[in-house]
């Protein structure tokens, strides 16, 4: 044990000599407290209700009456189609298709504003709601909630809980085999409803908070950063691991001392992924702890990305070993590393991509071909949605590509240490 | 024949190192070592000689694994060589080393040291003994990176004698060392070997073979050509010789003298002459001409054979020039 976990303290010696690992944890920790530093929340006044009567400016006349609040607060959750400038010629029919309209009076409607008082919003709405002015035939509920926002925002940013909105829909639909296509406005606009009735469902259920869902959404951002530079970073720090123990004349002495070559291969290879894990858990400890002070929302499914994180660097590491083992090159090691994740991966998950929104559908070969690509390649864009999407609270894993993925491991390890085993050095 | 690795501690073994047939053929047929059979008792420091290629350092990487034997076999220590275990007290510096330039001197002495399966205090202990030992405590600190090439042979010796192994092999332990460094070193080798350490010594440097060893064995294209005692040895090349080759220190000779030295074809220097006689007898006869013409003799001296001549005789017997 003692001897192995000398080979595991060496990888480490190993590492702190190369740039690139340092660079890859300054990296971690820039992102991880940068994400922190700019995050903040805003305590605003929501309401939402039935408003038949009154246009949204009329009601924010009337709010501002009671409470002073800043003019840019005021927002209406409006579907896409309110948004046009033109009436759509294809719906001519349609009553609400005017031009520039906003369909607010009619509808049930979701807003906020930011109070500008800063004193006790919950007598402000107390005092909202019992204001009989903004109640005549009417259904209003006004309380006070904390959204998300950036420090340097006068507002709380929308975008973040509809991601997640996006995000969850999209998991969804791909783990239902069904085809959305990003280019057909059709299957756009089903996107958007379903992230519509999601939402309100939400707000129905009250299970997931837009601050929570806007906070996920950051840790669903920050650990894709952390995939992709850790990943990126890794590969040239770890091609070095195995070449640099198998060296001429370094590996000697190693494979002299009373080990055995299985626990050499496994102590180099494991240290070298301890470093790896340590390295993101440490930066999604710091982002884990650092938002949650912050916004006083604690994702602990933060860390249910980890494992997968941990594997995916593990899949890459046991192609690297392996070839590190049968060349004994450092330079061999990175090109083939870099050759795999960044450029066929990158190519596989867009035709991937493409399989799923159906434009392959009409030609059958290529659906063929892609199909078999999904079930024997290991695609680590796969695997970081897959490992990003578990941090929201209603995750999505695609089981397949990490089973894929494992099978690679195993067989490169299998075939490296088979290698390591048999060679004279 | 193997035991257990409980109990060899304890038991009186007959041999550190013995080897049945042992050969490696690499794939594509190259017989690297010819099978082999050798037996080094306990406590001897025994040399390997050999030109070039002859196949020591494949020896040496074999016994320790590092290179899979592919007939015979071996046990270190009376224990099987193929297993982690039979290294458990053994030490090795290979020759053309590169240690992890990362490290420091006592951190490769504690890198090897720990893989060697020490820890803690005794490893501490361990770690500065040695490295006071070949003279490198002043560099323990020092990253290897800035090492000379002495001096990574002194941390090379140093860890290979961490936790005072019971065997140990030396493959050219003072190449790059200066003279000084290399009585040093060797000083150092002979002391272990004093305490009872089983020292395999592998060298191109004869002299140091012929002071530091008393068991060697010459290798010659994967082969081993002869082994015994240095004294042994050379007794073998001598044995083989046709006549003896005397040193003549002598006052000034006269010209009928000289000629007839030039005739029997001898070797003038400053202080005398050297002759190849056939034996003893002859060498009276010489003596009384050099009296006659009276002539002054200082010295005879029988030129013996030394280590570096047995190895060439035996070497050029094989057929194969040596590569000092």
Known sequence: MNAFLAIVADTWRQSKQQVVFIIMLIMLMIVAIGVVVISTTMEVV??????????????????????????????????????????DPDKADDPDNEPGEVPLITRQVKGWFILESGGDNEKVVAALNSESSLRAGENFEFR????????WTDGPIDFFHEYWNQAYLGAEIAASGEKLSPFDGDSQQEMQNRAEALDRRFQVEKSTSKLQRSVESVFDWSMSFF??????????????????????GAVDVVLSKPISRFYIFVGKYLGGLLLFA??????????????????????????????????????????????????????????IGYLFYVVIDTVLATAIG?????????????????ETIYYVFPNFVLLKNTAVTSVMTQPYVDWQPVGTAAAWMVLSLALGFWRFRAKDY | MLRGI?????????????????????????????????????????????????????LVKTLLSIVRPTVGSATLLGLDSRRPHARRSVGYLPEGHRFPRYLTGGGVCEYFGRLGGLSGSELKQEIDEKLGLVGMSEWKTTKISKYSKGMNQRVGLAQAMI?????????????????????????????????????????????????????????????????????E????????????????????????????????????????????????????????????????????????????????????????????
């Open chain 1, 46 to 87: 929501e309401f939402e209700g039935v408003n038949p009567s009154q246009t949204h400016e009329a009601l924010h006349d009337k709010i501002a009456k009671i409470a002073p609040v800043k003019d840019h607060g005021f927002q209406n959750r409006r579907l896409p189609m309110d948004l046009r400038d033109q009436p």
């Open chain 1, 227 to 248: 995939y992709t530079i850790s990943m990126i970073l890794f590969i040239a720090a770890c091609a070095g691991y195995f070449p640099g123990l198998l060296a001429a």
């Open chain 1, 278 to 335: 340590i390295a993101v858990l440490l930066a999604t400890t710091i982002l884990y702890f650092g938002m949650g002070m912050r916004t006083g929302i604690w994702v602990s499914r933060a860390f249910t990305a980890l494992p997968l994180l941990v594997f995916s660097a593990a899949v890459i590491f046991s192609l690297l070993a392996l070839i590190g083992v049968l060349t004994r090159s450092t330079a061999m090691a990175m090109i």
């Open chain 1, 144 to 151: 006070v909630v904390k959204r998300y926002a950036f420090i």
């Open chain 2, 6 to 58: 409980d109990d060899w501690e304890e038991t009186i073994l007959e041999f550190a190192l013995q080897t049945k047939g042992f050969g490696k053929t690499y794939r594509g047929g190259l017989e690297a070592l010819k099978p082999l059979d050798l037996e080094i008792p306990p406590g001897t420091c025994f040399g390997l000689l050999g030109p070039n290629g002859a196949g020591k350092s494949t």
């Open chain 1, 354 to 370: 493409l399989y799923r929104s159906g434009v392959m559908d009409e030609v059958a070969w290529l659906k063929k071909i892609v």
């Open chain 2, 233 to 324: 040895i050379k007794r073998q090349v001598s044995s083989k010789s046709e006549g003896i080759s005397v040193d003549f220190r002598c006052g000034e000779l006269t010209p009928g003298v000289k000629a007839a030295l030039k005739d029997r074809a001898a070797t003038f220097s400053a202080s005398g002459f050297n002759l190849e006689l056939q034996d003893q007898s002859q060498i009276d006869g010489i003596v009384d001409a050099l009296r006659r013409d009276s002539v002054s003799i200082f010295s005879i001296k029988q030129q013996e054979t030394n280590l570096e001549d047995a190895f060439i005789s035996l070497i050029q017997d094989t057929g194969t020039g040596a590569q000092l």
């Open chain 2, 163 to 231: 936790g005072n192994p019971k065997l140990i092999f030396l493959d050219e332990p003072t190449d790059g060392v200066d003279p000084q460094g290399r009585r040093e070193l060797r000083d150092v080798i002979k002391a272990a070997a004093e305490r009872g350490t089983t020292i395999f010594f592998n060298s191109h440097l004869l002299s140091e073979v012929e002071v530091i060893c008393d068991r060697i064995a010459i290798l010659n294209k994967g082969v081993t050509i002869t082994s015994g005692t240095v004294d």
